[in-house]
């Protein structure tokens, strides 16, 4: 019997998406892993190779034997940025840091870079967008000065790793990683292939020196982190720092943290002469008035763990074309036109012919179901043209039955709100332990929340004998819709509040 001769097989080609490195046998129109259309392309043959053991760089050991001191975070000496860190920038951790033009990275990370940097950390920040002499002038106007920080004004990676050898810092700030180019690659800075290899190549210097690395990333059209999704997969903290440019506030979340908890939020305020983190931003959203006006009303919601006292405002006018405007910002269009509808459907207000803007004070965006009740109690107040006290605040969902749904973290909310000087409460049935002092009223639907507005006049009742025959009572004839709830006076539900003085919230 003749022998068998081993053929080996003939290398095919394979496929790479551009964005995230997923490999696939054949070329597809969307990568099945990051969804991108048109990113899949050829890359050559898979090579048939075995891989043999080979020498290690440290002998494996018991995980109680590991030293778990080497893993301890040190502060950045910026205490909201440590919240969201979860303690401060672990040795040898690369952090990831995204968001849009002007919103202020580079003014947070000088400023980082100058108060970490110490006798026995050196602190090496890398730019690649400015010269020199431009970080120098942003150094002095924001007071971020150390003679233990040292500058480089770099775009090739050789050069950046020749200053780590040089100046060995405990921390590194690269500004940004989408500027800086390989010369062993071909392409442009800031291509997918140029920022795997940067990045990489940062990631082994991190970990081998246990140094900490702070990059900055851009952003695309729709907020997405610039560059292939393998970046977000290396880093071991993805950061993003949001803000609308004409407000002072600016917040930094976490969206990805190998050594802490991702439902942290940090908070900072933006002037001219830097950025400045904010341990009670709540005064940022909130009004100040001599007494009450139409239209407004205060809620708490939770950014992440944090509670925030916000103010939702709303503002009705006769509309002067056919299809009535609604306008918003701060909040979500879908969710306003749902508790409108559920505001003139289960509480009785008409909206038909008005235009209707809401808006939040302080440029804080609101997508939570929390603050649906204070909508529609802001609503209700500007319709009837009748403010609601100062020192109260609205906490609940509203579903599109009128109910009015628990949300979770009633208590802190409400410890926060108490906290602020706020008396008064309309929260879900149920909120659990209220904080001494504070009256707290329990509204189990939309109609039973309109009550709690003083001075709101309420409708007569409709006769159960003025009822067409055949017409059950309770209900317009022609249209066998249920009749509008009446509303009973503000003292009904508010009965035992003391009066409300507009100076209690001082």
């Not at 749904?405 to 926060?416: F, Y």
């Amino acid at each position: 019997m003749a022998a068998r001769t081993k053929t080996s097989a003939k290398p095919r080609p394979a496929y790479r998406c551009t964005e995230c490195g997923n490999q696939v046998p054949k070329w597809v129109g969307r990568c099945p892993e990051c969804n991108a259309w048109g990113t899949v392309e050829e890359y050559g043959a898979v090579p048939i190779r075995t891989t043999a053991a080979g020498p290690v760089s440290s002998p494996a050991k018991p995980i109680a034997q590991v030293d778990g001191q080497v893993a301890t975070a040190r502060s950045t000496g910026v205490p909201e940025l440590d919240r969201v860190l979860g303690g401060g920038l672990v040795p040898g951790a690369v952090v990831l840091l995204a968001g849009e033009p002007g919103v202020g990275k580079s003014t947070l990370l000088l400023d980082v870079a100058a108060k970490a940097a110490s006798d026995r950390h050196r602190t090496l920040y890398v730019t690649g967008e400015e010269s020199a002499g431009q970080v120098r002038l942003r150094a002095d106007r924001i007071n971020a000065l150390s003679d233990h920080l040292y500058l480089a004004a770099e775009q090739d990676l050789g050069a950046v790793l020749g200053h780590i050898e040089a100046v060995a810092p405990s921390l590194l700030i690269l500004d940004s990683v989408q500027t800086i180019a390989s010369a062993e690659l071909d392409g442009a800075p800031g291509g997918p292939a140029q920022v795997r290899e940067v990045a990489g190549a940062l990631i082994r210097a991190s970990k081998e020196r246990g140094m900490a690395t702070l990059l900055v990333g851009h952003v695309t059209k729709d907020g997405q982190i610039a560059g292939p999704r393998l970046l977000e997969h290396l880093v071991d903290v993805v950061l993003s720092f949001e803000g609308d440019r004409h407000a002072r506030l600016r917040l930094i979340r976490g969206v990805k943290n190998r050594y802490g908890a991702t439902d942290e939020v940090g908070c900072f305020e933006l002037h001219d002469e830097g950025i400045v983190g904010l341990a009670d931003p709540s005064g940022l959203f909130l009004t100040r008035r001599d007494k009450p006006v139409p239209g407004t009303c205060l809620t708490v919601t939770l950014e992440g763990k944090r509670p925030l006292v916000a103010e939702v405002q709303a503002l009705m006018v006769d509309s002067q074309i056919p299809s009535p405007r609604r306008t918003t910002s701060g909040l979500e269009s879908p969710r306003i036109a749902m508790i409108l509808a559920v505001v003139e459907r289960h509480g009785g207000v008409k909206l038909g012919k008005q235009d209707i803007y809401t808006a939040t004070v302080g440029g804080v965006k609101l997508t939570e179901p929390s603050a649906d009740l204070a909508i529609a109690l802001a609503v209700a107040s500007s319709s009837s043209d009748t403010p609601l006290p100062s020192n109260l605040v609205a906490i609940g969902e509203v579903g599109l039955a009128g109910e009015v749904r628990r949300v979770t973290g009633v208590q802190r909310r409400l410890a926060e709100a108490h906290r602020l000087g706020f008396t008064h409460a309309l929260v879900p049935p149920d909120p659990g332990k209220v904080p001494p002092g504070m009256k707290v009223v329990e509204v189990s639907d939309i109609g039973e929340a309109l009550r709690a507005i003083p001075g709101r006049r309420p409708r007569s009742k409709p006769r159960q004998d003025a009822a067409p025959q055949g017409v059950p009572a309770g209900r317009a004839p022609g249209r066998g819709r249920a009749a509008e709830p009446v509303p009973a006076y503000a003292d009904e539900l508010m009965a035992g509040w003391e009066p409300l003085d507009s100076d209690e919230l001082a």
